[in-house]
């Protein structure tokens, strides 16, 4: 009788640790912007895989929104031609390069200006190379100004091959 009562209380007290662990752990986490904890914010974490062509062409979006959106930066600039030389092909390089002389516009964003958000889906592959669609979102608000670009990769390079305005 004496061992039951003993396990009971060991038992009740690994609860208790539990519980207070469970109701402490939201806290360290720290407030989110409207003051209240966030618990689902780490199960949407992001997430990558450096053989996915689609995670590349995320990781690059994502990199090279943040170097031209970050222009009083002196480095930004070295920071978005070196993404572009480790992410794209050289003859993708040449395109954006034709396409920026000819248009006076970030051959990479088909714009003037920077988007405030980006995402990337995958849309399929065949023949050697994958595609994306990266959809640009150029405003905030109820109507947001949207673009989307197809994107084109290289399986066995991982290298954007093709970037082209989607209609």
Known sequence: MRKNIRTRFIAA???????TLAAVTPALAGPTSSGTQ???AAATAPQGDPRS?????????????????DNEDAGSAADAKALRAFYLSAAAQKKVAAFEAREHADGILFAQNVPVKWAVTYTGS?????????TLT???????????IKVQ??????KITDLAPAE
């Open 13 to 19: 007290g690994g609860v208790a640790a539990a519980l």
């Open 38 to 40: 966030s618990v689902a």
């Open 153 to 158: 990769s290289d399986l066995a390079t991982r």
């Open 53 to 69: 062509t689609t995670n590349r062409v995320s990781n690059f979006y994502g990199a090279y929104i943040d170097a031209v959106w």
């Open 126 to 134: 065949g023949a050697g190379h994958s595609t994306a669609l990266v």
């Open 138 to 148: 150029w405003s905030d608000g109820k109507n947001p100004e949207i673009t989307k």
